[in-house]
Nanobody, 121 residues
Framework: QVQLVESGGGLVQAGESLRLSCVAS????????MGWYRQAPGQHRELVAT???????NYADSVKGRFTISRDSAKKTVYLQMNSLKPDDTAVYYC???????????????WGQGTQVTVSS
């Protein structure tokens, strides 16, 4: 009923930038919190950044000052602008959205399939 599709990952060198996008589609009534998470090989999935419906943002300490999360609610899209990338940022990046669907009227968390970001030194 709901699908999240990420794009924008790739291979870059340290110091370069990438912009990730995640768009939601399906039986959507409202999208609440949007966020990005990442999982490096052998590591747990960790929060990168979140943004509320009102635009309040929250970042992991490791990305503060380098990454910026934004949203376009009308387009059902969340973005992650990643600047000054480091090899430690290498991971699969996942978007997550808290979505209320129309029928039945229920709220749940939905995840994208992930997009690989690789930063070489």
């Amino acid at each position: 009923q709901v699908q999240l599709v990420e794009s924008g990952g790739g291979l870059v060198q340290a110091g370069e930038s990438l912009r990730l996008s995640c768009v939601a589609s399906g039986n959507i009534f409202r999208i609440n919190v949007m966020g990005w998470y990442r999982q490096a090989p052998g590591q747990h999935r960790e929060l990168v950044a979140t943004i509320s419906t009102g635009g309040t943002t929250n970042y992991a300490d490791s990305v503060k000052g380098r990454f910026t999360i934004s949203r376009d609610s009308a387009k059902k899209t969340v973005y992650l602008q990643m600047n000054s990338l480091k090899p430690d940022d290498t991971a699969v990046y996942y978007c997550r959205m808290e979505i209320t669907i129309r029928y039945p009227h229920a709220t749940d968390n939905y995840w994208g399939q992930g997009t690989q970001v690789t930063v070489s030194s």
